[in-house]
């Protein structure tokens, strides 16, 4: 699938300076209906459920899951177990050789083609009415920082999107490639008038070859706001600053929004802000290939606002628990805050009782926002000590306001559970942009607050069971240079934040210093 490369640029010049005013009403229209919604979440919920059973009834699934004798969610836990995307192939299989109405009506119109940790490549189905999910709620989240802040100015200039290649393969009749590329063929026009790359750009497949071509491009436009990962947003940075020699604020002085997702801000922002050479708005989204699941829609409170009406029905099974042989399976009525869940999804486009596989944590009831705390198959507990995602992310932020001349790039952390010497401990991988002044004080600082927030690790410690994290320096641009080697660089992938083993440590020692 390949759309024609000729766009309508001549609209660029009618839409400068009214674009910015002609989106706050439809800003507050989404808004309104936002709110709607919002204030009846269980009620928003169950509706959703029952539109679900009724296509599902009809499929393969449906007939093999007695989905026509479902009639409430409890019914649905005794019909439809908990299911990954392995258990999920014989399903994706059936789909991918050509036959129609297996889970969900018709063929899918896309497959999300993704990563997978241990079945290689997953292909997940998009059908006709799952699309809205992801190019409307996409849409709706930079209108609701419009319509929360009043600021639209940004409209007006370029709009850097950085992400996979558009270009789509066909299995059997269904187009097929990245979600990010499946997403730009959904680009409105008044929105592609101002896109940066083209679709031209877009298509080159080496990363760094495509990110010259972006800095070319951009380099001299007015840009008001860049979306993409954090980490590639950074090395597209990194490229400007080499090019001109200039802080980015002098580069693109109205750039003024930064939309992100895929992995946590947090550690990223200094470094982010240092390159930019000021503070500006950013907004958060929750994107996956299964559903954009939610998105920030406030400045001044924590968290995303979880997507109730978007055709997808959640569940959540609380993180200590996914484990066990029955797990207890909550509805958005039962979840509480501040206790880390396993989000388990059911969508308009054939997923059924589908773990995510990421863990989530709710930091608000009223609306119902959450925070993503992790991958519930990356953590380290080689010792039992199981520790999460969020849990190392914040331990590096607490340490840093300690050692403010610290700048992160990007780190890993994996058990060293045979050491050489000494006892086992958690190796941390760090690449450093900015040395700490005191590197034993700074691993020492690290090692206190992880066991400030991880009550199992700090057992462990005092115990004598394991010994002090140890912090391996890697040399600059090492984990691009990983991420190159793995055919990884761009798009939207991400280096794991932890491992339970030691395939991906290994794999960096050759790039220690």
Same mark, same amino acid.
């Given at each position: 699938?390949?759309?024609?490369?000729?766009?309508?640029?001549?609209?660029?010049?009618? #839409?400068?300076?009214?674009?910015?005013?002609?989106?706050?009403?439809?800003?507050?229209?989404?808004?309104?209906?936002?709110?709607?919604?919002?204030?009846?979440?269980?009620?928003?919920?169950?509706?959703?459920?029952?539109?679900?059973?009724?296509?599902?009834?009809?499929?393969?699934?449906?007939?093999?899951?007695? #989905?026509?004798?479902?009639?409430?969610?409890?019914?649905?836990?005794?019909?439809?177990?908990?299911?990954?995307?392995?258990?999920?192939?014989? %399903?994706?299989?059936?789909?991918?050789?050509?036959?129609?109405?297996?889970?969900?009506?018709?063929?899918?119109?896309?497959?999300?083609?993704?990563?997978? $940790?241990?079945?290689?490549?997953?292909?997940?189905?998009?059908?006709? /009415?799952?699309?809205?999910?992801?190019? $409307?709620?996409?849409?709706?989240?930079?209108?609701? %920082?419009?319509?929360?802040?009043?600021?639209?100015?940004?409209?007006?200039?370029?709009?850097?999107?950085?992400?996979?290649?558009?270009?789509?393969?066909?299995?059997?009749?269904?187009?097929?490639?990245? +979600?990010?590329?499946?997403?730009?063929?959904?680009? !409105?026009?008044?929105?592609?008038?101002?896109?940066?790359?083209?679709?031209?750009?877009?298509?080159?497949?080496? *990363? /760094?070859?495509?990110?010259?071509?972006?800095?070319?491009?951009?380099?001299?436009?007015?840009?008001?706001?860049?979306?993409?990962?954090?980490? *590639?947003?950074?090395?597209?940075?990194?490229? &400007?600053?080499?090019?001109?020699?200039?802080? &980015?604020?002098?580069?693109?002085?109205?750039?003024?929004?930064?939309?992100?997702?895929?992995?946590?801000?947090?550690?990223?922002?200094? =470094?982010?802000?240092?390159?930019?050479?000021?503070?500006?708005? $950013?907004?958060?989204?929750?994107?996956?290939?299964?559903?954009?699941?939610?998105?920030?829609?406030?400045?001044?409170?924590?968290?995303?606002?979880?997507?109730?009406?978007?055709?997808?029905?959640?569940?959540?099974?609380?993180?200590?628990?996914?484990?066990?042989?029955?797990?207890?399976?909550?509805?958005?009525?039962?979840?509480?805050?501040?206790?880390?869940?396993?989000? &388990?999804?059911?969508?308009?486009?054939?997923?059924?009782?589908?773990?995510?596989?990421?863990?989530?944590?709710?930091?608000?009831?009223?609306?119902?926002?959450?925070?993503?705390?992790?991958?519930?198959?990356?953590?380290?507990?080689?010792?039992?000590?199981?520790?999460?995602?969020?849990?190392?992310?914040?331990?590096?932020?607490?340490?840093?306001?300690?050692?403010? /001349?610290?700048?992160?790039?990007?780190?890993?952390?994996?058990?060293?559970?045979?050491?050489?010497?000494?006892?086992?401990?958690? /190796?941390?991988?760090?690449?450093?942009?900015?040395? !700490?002044?005191?590197?034993?004080?700074?691993?020492?600082?690290?090692?206190?607050?992880?066991?400030?927030?991880?009550?199992?690790?700090?057992? @462990?410690?005092?115990?004598?069971? @394991?010994?002090?994290?140890?912090?391996?320096?890697?040399?600059?641009?090492?984990?691009?240079?990983?991420?190159?080697?793995?055919?990884? +660089?761009?798009?939207?992938?991400?280096?794991?934040? #932890?491992?339970?083993? =030691?395939?991906?440590?290994?794999? @960096?020692?050759?790039?220690?210093?």
């Amino acid at each position: 699938m390949r759309e024609k490369c000729f766009y309508p640029y001549g609209l660029t010049f009618v #839409l400068m300076g009214i674009r910015a005013s002609l989106v706050k009403p439809v800003a507050a229209f989404v808004e309104r209906r936002q709110e709607a919604w919002a204030r009846k979440p269980v009620e928003t919920q169950e509706k959703v459920f029952q539109n679900l059973m009724v296509t599902g009834k009809a499929t393969v699934f449906g007939a093999d899951h007695h #989905l026509s004798g479902v009639n409430s969610y409890a019914d649905f836990k005794q019909a439809v177990p908990i299911r990954d995307y392995e258990d999920l192939i014989p %399903y994706i299989d059936r789909v991918k050789a050509g036959e129609a109405n297996v889970l969900w009506k018709g063929r899918p119109l896309y497959f999300a083609k993704t990563s997978g $940790t241990t079945s290689g490549v997953k292909y997940i189905p998009i059908s006709r /009415e799952g699309i809205p999910n992801h190019v $409307t709620e996409a849409r709706n989240s930079v209108l609701s %920082y419009i319509h929360g802040t009043g600021k639209s100015r940004f409209m007006d200039f370029g709009l850097i999107f950085l992400s996979g290649s558009p270009i789509l393969d066909q299995i059997n009749g269904i187009h097929t490639g990245r +979600l990010s590329g499946i997403v730009n063929h959904h680009v !409105p026009n008044w929105i592609r008038s101002h896109q940066i790359p083209d679709y031209k750009t877009n298509c080159i497949e080496d *990363w /760094e070859a495509k990110l010259d071509r972006i800095v070319d491009l951009s380099i001299s436009r007015r840009i008001g706001m860049v979306s993409g990962i954090p980490p *590639w947003v950074q090395m597209y940075f990194d490229r &400007i600053r080499e090019r001109s020699g200039k802080a &980015i604020k002098d580069i693109f002085p109205d750039f003024s929004l930064m939309v992100f997702g895929g992995v946590n801000f947090e550690p990223y922002r200094n =470094r982010l802000f240092d390159t930019i050479g000021k503070k500006i708005d $950013t907004v958060e989204l929750y994107p996956a290939s299964e559903g954009f699941f939610a998105y920030q829609d406030s400045q001044e409170h924590p968290g995303m606002l979880l997507l109730l009406n978007s055709g997808i029905f959640y569940e959540f099974i609380p993180a200590d628990e996914f484990y066990n042989k029955n797990p207890t399976r909550l509805g958005i009525e039962d979840v509480k805050t501040g206790v880390n869940y396993a989000m &388990i999804i059911s969508t308009n486009s054939g997923l059924w009782g589908y773990s995510m596989g990421d863990t989530v944590k709710f930091v608000s009831t009223k609306p119902y926002r959450v925070v993503v705390t992790g991958r519930i198959r990356h953590f380290i507990s080689a010792f039992g000590e199981h520790v999460i995602g969020e849990e190392v992310e914040q331990a590096l932020k607490n340490t840093m306001l300690y050692h403010p /001349e610290t700048e992160v790039v990007e780190f890993t952390v994996a058990p060293q559970v045979t050491p050489s010497e000494g006892l086992p401990h958690h /190796e941390w991988l760090i690449e450093f942009g900015r040395m !700490p002044a005191n590197m034993p004080a700074f691993e020492r600082r690290l090692d206190e607050q992880l066991r400030k927030l991880n009550t199992y690790y700090n057992d @462990l410690i005092s115990g004598r069971v @394991l010994e002090q994290l140890h912090i391996t320096r890697l040399k600059p641009e090492a984990f691009r240079t990983y991420m190159k080697l793995n055919g990884k +660089l761009g798009g939207q992938n991400k280096v794991p934040r #932890l491992s339970n083993d =030691r395939l991906l440590a290994d794999e @960096l020692s050759g790039l220690k210093l």
